[in-house]
């Protein structure tokens, strides 16, 4: 891969600004949980599988666990999208304005600069998808056969990160048995890719076989209780505001074109892939950014298409001028550039409405920016409720999340303080296991829920405090943080009743 100068250039950039921009609002609420999971760590978990959990995990050993840090591999990851992203466009016989264009949409498109952010599994699926993408082009039009076992790499990589990672690889069976490279499902390569994949996969689906299949129940109550359903058409504008909607032209070309240009024949498999993949997500009521790590493809294939169609100099410089000065001016909706106030200010500004795909009161900024705000308070506040109690209750004292967010935030910045570790019945919080023993008899708790949802189980709970972070998430503002006493049932009692996979 010889990407030209300024493709280099621009991901350079992009880590740069990346890092920059680092730990300007604060650690984000997944990121701690994943660091949770990274000192846990197993080859599955409720709701991801084991890649993100070593991610941070190799980076706290390495890096330590700064928000700054853990947004190394991220960055690194749009980094290496915007690479790849050109080099699909090469593979696909584009020129260097081809390639500057894909990567240009790349960089520019928000869901990436948002994923590309935090540390997460989201941000490893685009470098996933796309190098599996250019490995199949290899083995199938390239004549390189031995390609397929970077196909198979790539997805099982995909797979370690997201479960979502097997639509894509069925749209790509879809994309070759619906062209003539059904063929190559004759020879061993396509199977030799699926079968490193699944041996890849294989022992996260035994994690999952010997815990009870968790993630099925998690996957059923996240679409039963939280998510909303979306109309194909929000679906379809979702797309548009997290891809950019300047660059709706690139994508939409580049899907025409692998579809009906006599050029893209060899690579047709492409496009009949991006709009399976794309009908799956929307009609199995995926999220608008499940479909986000296919774009590089359309991006990609677009910069092919119009690169023949624009032959101008100006003309072509005239519309990377256009992307990147609609990037620059939407990029305060991903990334930490502005301040609290005016980013608010200049969202209202702009009309910038948060996608409505999960059931929950919505705050002042959106959830991206909300869930990383407020965990420092609201963990010292816990430490000061600890601290209040004399040495011997200490000891016996646990400290209750009501959910990841809530536990992560005891664990990230409670050894500071002292603190034991936390528990929580949410998500792999449960399957670590209830309160050491001899631990319960006081209970520290901070949640969404009023104290007297503990009366059951202990007989006195005082409320000691309560969070006050008006730029948090409706539901973590104002919350109380309760000590209770006088436990009425033994630990092992009442903590499978906590358990909550969702």
């Known amino acids: 891969m010889t990407p030209s100068r300024s493709v280099r250039w621009l991901a350079l950039g992009l880590f740069v600004l990346h890092m920059a921009l680092a730990g300007r609002y604060g650690i984000f609420r997944d990121e701690m949980y994943y660091l949770a999971c990274g000192r846990h760590l197993a080859w599955g978990y409720v709701d991801h599988p084991p890649l993100v959990a070593l991610m941070a995990r190799v980076t706290e050993s390495f890096l330590g666990d700064s928000v ?60 996933a998808w796309a190098a599996a993408a250019i490995f199949a082009v290899q083995a199938l039009v390239g004549g390189k056969p031995r390609a397929w076992i970077g196909f198979g790499i ?68 996240a679409a039963t209780q939280k998510m909303v359903r979306m109309s194909p058409l929000a679906f379809i504008r979702a797309q548009m505001d997290d891809m950019l909607l300047l660059s709706l032209p690139v994508w939409v070309a580049g899907t025409a074109w692998l579809l009906t240009a006599e050029r893209a024949r060899p690579f047709r498999f492409l496009g009949v892939a991006f709009i399976a993949v794309f009908a799956m997500v929307m009609l199995g009521n995926g999220k608008p950014y499940y479909l986000a790590p296919a774009f590089p493809v359309a991006f990609a294939a677009g910069g092919v298409a119009i690169e023949s169609w624009i032959a101008r100099p100006v003309l072509r410089g005239m519309a ?8 620059a001016a939407i990029a305060p909706m991903a990334l930490p550039i502005l301040d609290e106030p005016t980013f608010v200010r200049y969202r209202v500004a702009l009309g910038a409405q948060e996608s409505a795909d999960e059931k929950h009161e919505k705050g002042l900024p959106p959830q991206f920016q ?50 034991p570790r936390a528990v929580s019945g949410h998500n792999a919080y449960y399957t670590w296991g209830g309160p050491s023993e001899g631990r ?63």
């Open 68 to 127: 700054r840090a853990l947004r190394v591999i991220p960055a690194l990851c749009a980094a290496a999208m915007v690479l790849l992203g050109a080099e699909l466009a090469r593979t696909l016989g584009g020129g260097r304005f081809a390639q500057l264009l894909a990567a240009v949409c790349i960089v520019v498109a928000p869901e990436f600069l948002g994923t590309c952010h935090i540390l997460s599994m989201n941000c490893v699926l685009p470098v």
């Open 440 to 502: 319960g008899a006081v209970m520290i708790a901070v949640g969404d829920f009023e104290c007297d949802d503990w009366s059951n189980i202990y007989e006195s709970i005082v409320k000691v405090a309560e969070t006050d972070e008006p730029w948090a998430m409706p539901y973590e503002n104002h919350i109380p943080v309760c000590i209770a006493r006088g436990l009425k049932e033994p630990v092992q009692s009442w903590w499978p009743r906590r358990r909550h996979y969702i």
């Open 154 to 221: 790539a997805c099982g990589v995909g797979l370690l990160a997201k479960h979502s990672t097997l639509a894509f690889g069925a749209a790509i069976a879809v994309g070759l048995l619906a062209t003539p490279h059904r063929r190559s499902l004759l020879t061993r390569g396509p199977w030799i890719g699926l079968g490193i994949a699944t041996l890849m996969l294989a022992p996260n689906i035994a994690w999952e076989q010997l815990h009870g299949w968790p993630t099925l129940e998690f996957m059923h109550n």
């Open 370 to 419: 909300a869930d990383q705000h407020g965990w420092e308070a609201m963990a010292s506040k816990v430490a000061q409720a600890y601290r209040s109690l004399d040495p011997a209750e200490q000891r016996v004292a646990i400290l209750f999340g009501g959910n990841y967010g809530e536990a992560g935030a005891i664990d990230y910045y409670g050894p500071r303080w002292g603190l």
């Open 320 to 327: 990377v001028a256009l992307l990147a000065a609609g990037g």
